[in-house]
Each structure stands twice: as structure tokens, then as C-alpha cells.
């Protein structure tokens, strides 16, 4: 009889403790975030939204917290996990990890969106604060093109090619045809580069003199060729490569 109490002491607990129904109505995230604001809930209470249920003997909030850590609490990194990522955590099926994912691309897309304040090119630094949310958490590489008219500010900017973890390939024709549609005076090159690597390699050398060359003949400029990383870049421009 005593061992029977205990056992259902010991359920009890475990209920309590592992369904959000038996939280406070300030620690349900639902309800935290109707009453409080959106700002007031952690990532991991934002995840759980997101997810809805967690598992049998799990929360939705528990398991969102353990996600958030194999992902060292980076959303960035997060981010960039697959569906059959998500799908190793017990208690996250498909539907719920492609719920994350698409959560996450619409967050990227969001930070993309904010790049279009970003109205005149003054360096490099512009470049990249324009394009890193596009380029930088890409596991995949793109090349696009800046076109800018006479005041150095942007006129339209365009993905020319998308490629796999190791290159694109870059059609000079329509690189200058789309400079004379949208009546660019000049150009700047970007390309990100999926494993961290900021180092040109010949073939990014080789592609940027070809554009520059054949630009020339028409008289617009190359005035910078960008390699963009997640955290940082490579500026032909700035170390004397145009």
C-alpha cells in the first residue's frame, strides 16, 4: 500500500513537471506571450510555440531547450540544420521540423528584407552589410551583381548563378546585358563561400578580370569583387586586386 502511494506520488510529479497544462498560466508560452508580449518569451518558449507538443515523457519547452543547446543557443546555427536533423530529436517529426525550418528561412528572409534601407555603396562595408544577410548562412554558393548608377547608388542587384558547396558558374554576356537594361554605370561583384574560406581562389581571380575586361569595352566599371562569409569578408577592392 505504502509502495502504491509512493508510485502515484512519483506520477504525479512526473505529469506536473513534464505537461505545460499543469504550469502556471505565466509559464505556459501561449499564454506568457498573449499576456506579455512576444518579447517576453525565451527562444526555447518561442520554439515550443512553434512545435506545440513535446513528447511523452518531455515538454515542448524542454525539448525546445535541448535543440536550442545542440545548436550552442545560436538561432544562426539553428538555422541551418536539415529537416532529418531536426527529425533525430525524439518527439520532433516531420511536420514539426519542417515547422522550425521554415520558422528560421522566414527570420532569414525578414534580416534580407532590412538590407534594402542600404541605399548608396560608400565601400566595401556597405557591400557586405547589404548582402550578408542573403549570402552569409547560405550552405550553398551564389554569385550576384550590384548595379549602380553614376551616384554610386544601387540601382538593382540580381543572382546570377547558384551553384552546389564548390562554385557557380558566372555568364559574362548576361552580367552586361542586365548592366545596359538597367542602365548601370558601374558593377560589384559578391559571392559567398559555403566553408568559411575567405581566400580567392584562381578561379574567382580569373572570373574577376574577365568581367573587368569585357565591362570595360563598354564603359562601365568593376569597382569591387566581394567573397562573403557568415562573419566576415574579402574585399578585392581594398587589397589591391581590381
Known amino acids: 500500500m505504502i509502495w502504491l502511494y509512493t508510485q502515484l506520488i512519483f506520477m504525479e510529479h512526473?505529469?506536473?513537471?513534464?505537461?505545460?497544462?499543469?504550469?502556471?498560466?505565466?509559464?505556459?508560452?501561449?499564454?506568457?506571450?498573449?499576456?506579455?508580449?512576444?518579447?517576453?518569451?525565451?527562444?526555447?518558449?518561442?520554439i515550443a510555440i512553434l512545435i506545440g507538443s513535446g513528447s511523452r515523457n518531455e515538454s515542448a519547452v524542454s525539448l525546445s531547450k535541448r535543440i536550442l543547446a545542440s545548436a550552442e543557443h545560436n538561432l544562426t546555427a539553428l538555422g541551418k540544420l536539415s529537416i532529418t536533423q531536426l527529425m533525430e530529436f525524439k518527439g520532433i517529426g516531420e511536420a514539426k521540423a519542417i515547422t522550425i525550418a521554415a520558422a528560421m528561412e522566414l527570420g532569414r528572409r525578414r534580416r534580407a528584407e532590412k538590407t534594402e534601407d542600404v541605399k548608396k555603396i560608400t565601400g566595401s562595408h556597405a557591400v557586405y552589410a547589404l548582402l550578408n544577410p542573403i549570402l552569409g548562412e547560405l550552405g550553398h554558393e551564389e554569385f550576384w551583381?550590384?548595379?549602380?548608377?553614376?551616384?554610386?547608388?544601387?540601382?538593382?542587384?540580381h543572382q546570377l548563378s547558384k551553384g552546389g558547396m564548390t562554385g557557380t558558374l558566372v555568364d559574362v554576356r548576361l552580367v552586361l546585358r542586365k548592366a545596359l537594361e538597367t542602365g548601370a554605370v558601374s558593377i560589384i561583384l559578391a559571392h559567398n563561400h559555403p566553408s568559411g574560406g575567405l581566400r580567392p581562389s584562381q578561379a574567382d581571380k580569373d572570373i574577376t578580370a574577365k568581367l573587368k575586361t569585357a565591362a570595360a569595352s563598354l564603359d562601365i566599371k568593376v569597382l569591387d569583387h566581394l567573397i562573403i562569409t557568415e562573419n566576415a569578408y574579402f574585399s578585392f577592392a581594398d587589397e589591391g586586386l581590381l
Request: charge should be positive; proline fraction near 2%.
Open 145 to 157: 551583381i550590384l548595379y549602380l548608377n553614376n551616384s554610386n547608388k544601387v540601382v538593382t542587384m
Open 14 to 46: 512526473k505529469t506536473e513537471y513534464f505537461s505545460i497544462k499543469n504550469w502556471s498560466l505565466d509559464d505556459r508560452p501561449r499564454e506568457k506571450l498573449l499576456q506579455k508580449g512576444k518579447d517576453a518569451l525565451t527562444d526555447a518558449e518561442l
